[in-house]
């Protein structure tokens, strides 16, 4: 796989500022849901966003989309600036990268049948005209693993994962080349979600697709990813090939995420040492100086207070932020 | 997160709903009733022959009008509208005459039917409704969902412009804007239609907040549809219902306006035969002659009741809560 680049994030900010007051708005401060945030995601892989609830990862996701606009820096999809599109030109660029959802019941609209919902994206960017929308449509929800008899139904009629394959046809259904799918099965029954993940594995490689596939589980992106990404405080601090990063992983944070997985073996549970994070995500409203990890930070050193450490490759293809890696390269 | 399966549609389960409630059924034919009145209005009531044998051939004179030469003395099998009076042709050698067999509900001081005259308003009273009100609601709903989809200072500029409305006494506003111009039934209906949609605005804008965050409408923006795709096919669906109640009580309150308005002499002009103008005509005979007020006022009474129950019926029927 030739390292090309599909999507590249460089220097994204998104900023949510706080308001107070009705009538004499004042600014309090701004959430900084994503700071300065640089990524590439080569075509043809799938790259897996990890971190803890609030730590950006789903507004990372919607930035790279444009479905939030970024407030500074640029997302490039190929050679095309999105960030600098608006409109019409957007628009029509949108066939080339789709979502996943997380929540099946929110993300399909009530008042539309399956069918409705899927030939949306054929007939808006002209995949299919006329009678040929509706066998488009057919073979999609086949494809999905849904009874194309059901095309005349509406989205309560089905059950949660069936929903789940719902939105990954409409996803699909513009022939995108990247999918962005945040948290696809964290609402779904245990159950189902190892059938929509081996789903998306099956679709990737029929499709060429590639993923950027966000979620908390550590699990399920392990069996999806090529590459993972860990996000603290809105910002990247490792970077590595999955394997690598599950046998080595070199900032604390993804030590203390990866401890926190339980292993099937209670002699090789009680053995292992685990690191404990303490306390809460630190406000994104009030990021800590420094290394924003380092309140939580079981390692740190003194100067992890002020200095911020550096996003920089320790390894061949393995990036962390931490200024430890400074003192001992791995 | 488990939900019913049911193979039912919102709207049929609406249905279903609504027609648990009595009252509510009740108002709703009593509606379609008297849609039909409306309808049939020349049929029920009028000077004209509904059907008729004249020179040897059957004719429909209420459908297609009376043919030249017409003599009801030549005629032969002539069928007459129950009501064989036309709203607007007055009689002076039967004027006041109280209810009767051949008057049923008496009639004016012109000689007028009063029941001929009812019938034809209501025909004029349901326009009125329908016409005023929906054009207040393509207006309200156009601008609610602006200024609740775009937010920011367009949401201010409509919500100041909304609290602006809510400030003038409506009715006095129609009145001062009646004034100016001819007051026929057309101005009436716009005169109405443009002053009622700010409850309407306020509705579906509070229903777009709600809207505005959930997933479905982030799903079809990153599929690619345009704004106005976003706003009137993906979230207008989900955020009709409860302007639908709003639509139904409006019908009533123009019906009502339209009355007062002719109750006053600013409605429609005297020889159209409106409920409001019935009543403004029998304002001198009150004491002489209570059917001219009665009758009217009656008419005008039961109709806001059944569109009033028809809205609450289906303001129950929508909020889920009322479901078991």
Known sequence: ?????????????VHFPVHCGVLRRKTLGVVRAVDGLSLVIHR?????????????????????????????????????????????????????????????????????????IIAEPIRLHHVARGSAVQSAVQSLMQRVGLNPRFIRRYPHEFSGGQRQRIGIARA?????????????????????????????????????????????????????????????????VELAPAAEIYAHPQHPYTQALLSAIPIPDPRAEQQRHRTVL????????????????????????????????????????????????????? | MKRKRSRESYWRLVWRQFRKNRFAMAGFVLVLALCALAVLAPCIA????????????????????????????????????????SPTEYDLQATLIPPSAAHWFGTDDQGR????????????????????????????IVIGALAGYYGGWVDIIVSRAIEVMYCFPTFFLILAVLAFIQPSIYNIMIVIGVTGWPGIARLIRGEFFKLRDQEFVA???????????VMFRHMLPNAIAPVLVSITFGIASAILVESGLSFLGFGVPPYEPSWGGILSQSRDFIDIAWWLTVVPGCAIFVTITAYNLVGEGLRDAIDPRMRE
């Open chain 1, 1 to 13: 796989m030739a390292d090309e680049a599909l999507i590249t994030m460089e220097d994204v900010h």
């Open chain 1, 44 to 116: 043809g892989e799938t790259l897996g966003l990890v971190g803890e609830s609030g730590c950006g990862k789903s507004t990372a996701g919607r930035a790279l989309l444009q479905l939030i606009r970024p407030t500074s820096g640029r997302v490039f999809f190929r050679d095309t600036p999105l960030t600098e599109l608006r409109g019409e030109g957007l628009r029509r660029m949108r066939r080339h990268f789709q979502m996943i959802f997380q929540d099946p019941y929110a993300s399909l609209n009530p008042r539309m049948t399956v069918g409705a």
């Open chain 1, 172 to 236: 699909l259904a513009a022939r995108p080349e990247f999918l962005v799918a945040d948290e696809p099965t964290s609402a779904l029954d245990v159950s189902i979600q190892a059938q929509i993940l081996n789903l998306l594995v099956d679709l990737r490689h029929e499709l060429h697709l590639t993923y950027l596939f966000i979620s908390h589980d550590l699990a399920a992106v392990r069996h999806m990813s090529d590459r993972i990404a860990v996000m603290y405080l809105g910002n990247v």
């Open chain 1, 278 to 330: 303490h306390g809460d995500l630190p406000s994104p409203l009030r990021p800590p100086s420094g290394c924003p990890f380092h309140t939580r930070c079981p390692v740190a050193l003194a100067h992890c207070a002020t200095i911020a450490p550096l996003f920089k490759e320790y390894a061949p293809k393995h990036s962390a932020a931490c200024h430890r890696l400074e003192r001992s390269p791995a």
């Open chain 2, 46 to 85: 009028g000077s004209v022959p509904l059907v008729a044998q004249w020179k040897g051939r059957w004719i429909v004179p209420v459908w297609r009008g009376l043919p030249e030469g017409w003599n009801v003395a030549e005629a032969t099998h002539v069928v007459m509208p129950p009501i064989p009076y």
């Open chain 2, 113 to 140: 039917d009063v029941a001929a005259r009812l019938v034809h308003g209501t025909k004029i009273s349901l326009t009125i409704g329908f016409v005023a009100v929906g054009l207040a609601a393509a207006i309200g």
């Open chain 2, 219 to 229: 799903a079809s923006r990153v599929t690619g549809a345009g704004d106005l795709r």
